[in-house]
């Protein structure tokens, strides 16, 4: 079957302009995670869904960030007024549990160009 | 904290050569370790859980929790064991994977 998608898959955006990137789970995944990777970061926590709620946005670095999801299928993350430092890939992963034996499927990640 | 350190940023091997991609961990409790893989032009994938103790495409990780440590081994690089590797951590109430910086193998011809 279809795995996590992620659209789009190339982002170029202004300085201080709004972005929406746009991830779809497996089918049926009820956990949802929105992860950064940023060049000499490493892959970072953003925030985590279950079905609807978010029970952990413990890795949103600001209230620029903000994420909803919807139906307990798509998600989306927006970032308002882009920084240079929000350049990175974003990566989006579902798992059919938020337990903890349930793997986390990537997708392709949206890469992020603040110019 | 929770925190995951991998040393190495690249490691450049022979093919043929034995491999060890360095991971140590910090966590108060009984964590869940993972090594994940980036080939270049592909997603991020699983490739092996402590708690599984198996070994995948010839790699093995055994958990140290004296040594809070998590390195991966294979005994003979391949050319296309070539990619990016992150060291990953889950644990506690939260179910989010604390991840490395990651290690770029390189295998040389």
């Known amino acids: 079957g279809a795995g996590v998608s992620q659209s789009p898959s190339n982002k170029v955006t202004e300085k201080g302009k709004d972005v929406e990137l746009r991830c779809d789970p497996i089918?049926?995944?009820?956990?949802l995670y929105w992860y950064r990777q940023s060049l000499g970061q490493g892959l970072e926590f953003l925030i985590y869904?279950?079905?609807?709620?978010?029970?952990?946005k413990s890795g949103l670095p600001s209230d620029r960030f903000s994420a909803e999801r919807t139906g307990g299928s798509v998600s989306t993350l927006t970032i308002q007024r882009t920084q240079q430092e929000d350049s990175a890939v974003y990566l989006c992963?579902?798992?059919?549990?938020?337990?903890?034996?349930?793997?986390?499927?990537f997708g392709p990640g949206t890469r992020l160009t603040v110019t | 904290a929770q925190r995951v350190t991998q040393p190495e940023k690249l490691l450049s091997v022979f093919k043929g050569a034995p491999v060890e991609l360095k991971c140590n961990y910090s966590?108060?409790?009984?964590?869940?370790l993972f090594w994940y893989v980036q080939y270049s032009r592909q997603r991020l994938q699983l490739l092996l859980r402590?708690?599984s103790r198996e070994s995948i495409k010839g790699f093995t990780a055994d958990l140290n929790k004296g040594e809070t440590s998590f390195h991966l081994k294979k005994p003979f690089a391949q050319e296309e064991d070539s990619a990016m590797y992150y060291c990953?951590?889950?644990?506690?109430?939260?179910?989010?994977?604390?991840f490395g910086t990651g290690t770029l193998l390189a295998v040389q011809p």
């Open positions: 992963a579902s798992s059919s549990s938020g337990g903890r034996s349930y793997e986390q499927y």
């Open positions: 089918s049926g995944h009820t956990a």
């Open positions: 869904f279950q079905g609807n709620s978010a029970p952990d």
């Open positions: 966590y108060s409790g009984s964590p869940e």
């Open positions: 402590h708690i």
């Open positions: 990953a951590l889950r644990g506690g109430a939260t179910n989010k994977l604390i």
